[in-house]
């Protein structure tokens, strides 16, 4: 591991989740002199990945950021091959759709399509939700066992009151997901929000996404029309990226 890189990773990592934060908070988190974070950061705002909040001392991500996400989303197969069928699920069911990929213990949003009714809404392609409390992150955390030992290894934070942080708790919600190849949360990371999802699988079987609808906990639990119409919509897009058969099987994961 070169230790430049990595000390640049970790500041970034730190201001994550729109965090602004001055160099000795920053020191005080990376465990570092201040000199030297304060070198780091200089370094990072150069290139735009780090920019310096307006009229104080503190920092938080640049936009160069918001260009090499968009990069990353751009080369996403799945993503690309997705969007057709997420746009179809949101008009068909009403809902807002989310395809979700792993990026450490959180899911990323790769894609997002808003309810269909002209409401004003945000667009939460980009943002990462903790794996445990979604239900994209729990199909994810089924179908790849190791990754999932690795998270419940470790404490889970809570986001709400009704977030499941019992490891217990969650390795029965992951094997009744990994048998019904489906996926609940309700009110598990925003209060009034509940969510429903199914894996993605590529061509190798492997299960390298998934796809949910969310909707608002009122309206919990979803009809059989909605979960017909979110199965059909990760059948399609296995289908496009070659894998013929659905639901996916649960693969051991290669060390």
Same mark, same amino acid.
């Given at each position: 591991?070169?230790?430049?890189?990595?000390?640049?990773?970790?500041?970034?990592?730190?201001?994550?989740?729109a965090r602004h934060l001055g160099i000795t908070e920053l020191a005080g988190i990376?465990?570092?002199?201040?000199?030297?974070?304060?070198?780091?950061?200089?370094?990072?705002?150069?290139?735009?990945?780090?920019?310096?909040?307006?009229?104080?001392?503190?920092?938080?991500?640049?936009?160069?950021?918001?260009?090499?996400?968009?990069?990353?989303?751009?080369?996403?197969?799945?993503?690309?091959?997705?969007?057709?069928?997420?746009?179809?699920?949101?008009?068909?069911?009403?809902?807002?759709?989310?395809?979700?990929?792993?990026?450490?213990?959180?899911?990323?949003?790769?894609?997002?399509?808003?309810?269909?009714?002209?409401?004003?809404?945000?667009?939460?392609?980009?943002?990462?939700?903790?794996?445990?409390?979604?239900?994209?992150?729990?199909?994810?955390?089924?179908?790849?066992?190791?990754?999932?030992?690795?998270?419940?290894?470790?404490?889970?934070?809570?986001?709400?009151?009704?977030?499941?942080?019992?490891?217990?708790?969650?390795?029965?919600?992951?094997?009744?997901?990994?048998?019904?190849?489906?996926?609940?949360?309700?009110?598990?990371?925003?209060?009034?929000?509940?969510?429903?999802a199914v894996p993605v699988a590529d061509r190798s079987g492997t299960v390298i996404?998934?796809?949910?609808?969310?909707?608002?906990? !009122? @309206? #919990? &639990? %979803?009809?059989?029309?909605?979960? /017909? +119409?979110?199965?059909e919509t990760a059948r399609n897009i296995s289908r496009e990226l070659g894998y !013929? @058969? #659905? &639901? %996916?099987?649960?693969?051991?994961? /290669? +060390?």
């Amino acid at each position: 591991m070169i230790q430049a890189i990595d000390r640049a990773a970790r500041v970034l990592s730190s201001l994550q989740g729109a965090r602004h934060l001055g160099i000795t908070e920053l020191a005080g988190i990376l465990e570092l002199p201040p000199s030297t974070v304060h070198g780091i950061v200089k370094s990072l705002q150069a290139h735009g990945l780090v920019a310096k909040e307006p009229g104080s001392q503190r920092y938080m991500l640049g936009p160069a950021l918001l260009k090499l996400s968009n990069v990353y989303l751009d080369t996403l197969d799945v993503r690309a091959r997705a969007m057709r069928w997420t746009r179809e699920l949101a008009r068909r069911t009403g809902l807002s759709t989310r395809l979700g990929a792993e990026l450490f213990d959180e899911v990323i949003i790769i894609h997002h399509n808003r309810r269909p009714d002209g409401s004003q809404q945000m667009l939460e392609t980009g943002i990462t939700i903790p794996s445990h409390a979604s239900a994209l992150g729990k199909v994810l955390l089924a179908y790849h066992p190791a990754a999932a030992d690795e998270l419940l290894a470790g404490p889970l934070r809570s986001l709400t009151g009704d977030t499941v942080t019992d490891p217990a708790t969650l390795r029965l919600q992951l094997a009744s997901v990994a048998e019904r190849a489906l996926a609940m949360e309700e009110d598990e990371a925003v209060l009034g929000e509940s969510s429903v999802a199914v894996p993605v699988a590529d061509r190798s079987g492997t299960v390298i996404a998934a796809v949910s609808v969310v909707m608002p906990s !009122s @309206e #919990w &639990p %979803p009809e059989a029309g909605v979960l /017909n +119409d979110l199965r059909e919509t990760a059948r399609n897009i296995s289908r496009e990226l070659g894998y !013929s @058969e #659905w &639901p %996916p099987r649960i693969v051991p994961d /290669n +060390d």
